[in-house]
């Protein structure tokens, strides 16, 4: 493994402590949780923002702060409340920690805030990096987050070889990063760094031409728009494919509705009896009937619209909705029966979602004929 004084020397480092502070504070973007950093609103950024666009999550941290403005507010929600306010951010484990790590806070800890990132790192959903960024921006707790646009920036920076997905590559960038920390100012430190891989040092095409670590970057391309050989990763995660096909099934103005279960995607969330069948080609799975225990007399009234795409984090989906009219309001096991009123306030897949007003239009159709 390289050593770090090997990569730099402590002047090359304190001049580019320097350099990016300047930059950093030229060229930052006027995000709302910066004006006045408090422990609680930068925890909520920190865990709303993982795996979200900056402008989708923005508008969700604005009404998470006016529907629950503290940790005690939002310990005191229903489950499904911050289940509901949260669909469409997906990852909806981060939801369900968020609000047990609420309840910690304010019943166990008598809202007494952790200050160090070891402590943060007590509470469910925070990570090593999420506790550094909050320790650090909320009380100066040295400690380097980071997060992807960290590894980025600092595996380029240091021409690190080793893949970042293996101890091997991991560890001697979490190194470097924190030797290059800013101890007496590791908040706004840590906030450049993330602010220089979403704005210059950007996964494809980097502008290395205006960056303010460019004098000694080891990956420095030879102009701007061409991409760097790092960093690098061992392997990627194989991508399933998997048809999905939602039965929604009716009984006068009422729709059969079950909760999905708890860990596992879309764990907690309400959906329409589904079956999940993956495939090794575009070929979809022939007509499938709903997937119920008990038997029970069901009218084909087909499908619902066209087919398609939506993409997790592991799996590509091939998403149908099937109509079926039912006869009889029948008992199943783990199922309920709602209006569709009642099912505008569930929280719902964003793959349900994205179907509703073509879903609510054939229900109405149906109910009426």
């Given at each position: 493994?390289?050593?770090?004084?090997?990569?730099?020397?402590?002047?090359?480092?304190?001049?580019?402590?320097?350099q990016?502070?300047?930059?950093?504070?030229?060229?930052?973007?006027?995000?709302?949780?910066r004006?006045?950093?408090?422990?609680?609103?930068t925890?909520?950024?920190?865990?709303?923002?993982?795996?979200?666009?900056?402008?989708?999550?923005?508008?969700?941290?604005?009404?998470?702060?006016?529907?629950?403005?503290?940790?005690?507010?939002?310990a005191?929600?229903?489950?499904?409340?911050?289940?509901?306010?949260?669909?469409?951010l997906?990852?909806?484990?981060?939801?369900?920690?968020?609000?047990?790590?609420?309840k910690?806070?304010?019943?166990?800890?008598?809202?007494?805030?952790?200050?160090?990132?070891?402590?943060?790192?007590?509470?469910?959903?925070?990570?090593?990096?999420?506790?550094?960024?909050?320790?650090s921006?909320?009380?100066?707790?040295?400690?380097?987050?980071?997060?992807?646009?960290?590894?980025?920036?600092?595996?380029?920076w240091?021409?690190?070889?080793?893949?970042?997905?293996?101890?091997?590559?991991?560890?001697?960038?979490?190194?470097?990063?924190?030797?290059?920390?800013?101890?007496?100012?590791?908040?706004?430190?840590?906030?450049?760094?993330?602010?220089?891989?979403?704005?210059?040092?950007?996964?494809?095409?980097?502008?290395?031409?205006?960056?303010?670590?460019?004098?000694?970057?080891?990956?420095?391309?030879?102009?701007?728009g061409?991409?760097?050989?790092?960093?690098?990763?061992?392997?990627?995660?194989?991508?399933?494919?998997?048809?999905?096909?939602?039965?929604?099934?009716?009984?006068?103005?009422?729709?059969?509705?079950t909760?999905?279960?708890?860990?596992?995607?879309?764990?907690?969330?309400?959906?329409?009896?589904?079956?999940w069948?993956?495939?090794?080609?575009?070929?979809?799975?022939?007509?499938?009937?709903?997937?119920?225990?008990?038997?029970?007399?069901?009218?084909?009234?087909?499908?619902?619209?066209?087919?398609?795409?939506?993409?997790?984090?592991?799996?590509?989906?091939?998403?149908?909705f099937?109509?079926?009219?039912?006869?009889?309001?029948?008992?199943?096991?783990?199922?309920?029966?709602?209006?569709?009123?009642?099912?505008?306030?569930?929280?719902?897949?964003?793959?349900?979602?994205?179907k509703?007003?073509?879903?609510?239009?054939?229900?109405?159709?149906?109910?009426?004929?």
């Amino acid at each position: 493994m390289v050593r770090n004084f090997e990569i730099f020397t402590k002047n090359e480092i304190i001049q580019a402590r320097r350099q990016l502070k300047n930059w950093f504070i030229s060229n930052q973007r006027p995000l709302p949780w910066r004006n006045s950093p408090h422990p609680y609103a930068t925890w909520l950024c920190e865990i709303i923002m993982q795996q979200t666009r900056i402008d989708q999550g923005t508008r969700y941290w604005h009404s998470f702060l006016d529907q629950w403005p503290d940790f005690k507010s939002l310990a005191a929600a229903e489950s499904e409340e911050i289940m509901k306010a949260w669909q469409g951010l997906g990852y909806y484990s981060r939801a369900r920690n968020l609000h047990k790590a609420a309840k910690i806070v304010a019943n166990d800890w008598g809202n007494e805030l952790p200050t160090t990132a070891k402590e943060w790192q007590q509470l469910p959903g925070v990570g090593p990096y999420t506790a550094a960024a909050i320790a650090s921006i909320c009380y100066g707790d040295p400690v380097a987050a980071v997060d992807g646009n960290a590894l980025r920036v600092i595996s380029r920076w240091g021409g690190i070889q080793e893949p970042i997905d293996k101890p091997a590559g991991r560890k001697p960038i979490e190194q470097l990063a924190q030797d290059f920390l800013e101890p007496a100012d590791s908040g706004m430190h840590n906030q450049a760094i993330m602010e220089l891989g979403a704005l210059v040092c950007t996964p494809k095409a980097p502008d290395c031409e205006n960056c303010p670590l460019e004098g000694n970057c080891k990956s420095r391309v030879a102009a701007s728009g061409q991409t760097p050989l790092v960093p690098i990763k061992a392997g990627k995660t194989k991508v399933l494919k998997v048809a999905v096909t939602f039965h929604v099934i009716v009984h006068r103005n009422q729709v059969l509705m079950t909760q999905r279960p708890s860990p596992g995607i879309w764990g907690g969330l309400w959906e329409f009896p589904s079956r999940w069948i993956e495939t090794k080609s575009e070929d979809t799975p022939k007509h499938q009937t709903p997937p119920l225990t008990c038997q029970t007399d069901l009218r084909d009234m087909g499908q619902i619209g066209e087919a398609f795409s939506h993409v997790l984090s592991h799996r590509k989906l091939d998403v149908r909705f099937h109509l079926w009219q039912s006869k009889n309001k029948f008992t199943e096991e783990n199922h309920n029966w709602f209006s569709w009123e009642e099912c505008e306030n569930l929280p719902i897949p964003r793959a349900i979602d994205k179907k509703w007003g073509e879903l609510t239009k054939s229900i109405t159709l149906l109910r009426f004929s």
